[in-house]
């Protein structure tokens, strides 16, 4: 299965960047129970695990604060974030699978949610063409 990168025009054309970014954001159907919603989800192949805004888990009847706590970061210099990790379905083009996610506060609401090694990387092989502007996903295990 393959998706085209998205491309994000910049504001003015750089030496480095040229006049656009490519970032690996693929369409991705979130459902717990009898509630679903799609996002669109960066698949980050640093993250330790796929990881939504709790805004997205609220709209989907979760009790967030009910879930595992979990800590995570990234660049920052000091402090853990939190996180909850639930038991949800998602749907990645034609296959769709339960598995564990966080939803957290302490990203950001205007982000996009993050498809990480934990829920998403054991689950799929994922090959990254820069060049072609294409992600290529192929399922690892049997899918729902």
Known sequence: MKFSYLKFPLPRKYDFFGSSVLKPVVPVRITCGDM????????????????????????????????????????????????????????????????MAAFSNDISKKSYGILGQRGFFDLFSVKFDYKKEEIELKPKNIFL
């Open 36 to 99: 679903s919603l799609q996002y669109n989800a960066l698949i980050d192949s640093g993250a330790d695990f796929s990881i939504f805004h709790s805004e997205i888990g609220e709209a989907l009847g979760l009790n967030i604060s009910g879930g595992l706590k979990v800590g995570f970061g990234g660049v920052q210099k000091d402090v853990l974030a939190g996180a909850y990790l639930h038991m949800v379905t998602l749907t990645v083009g034609e296959y769709k699978f339960k598995t």
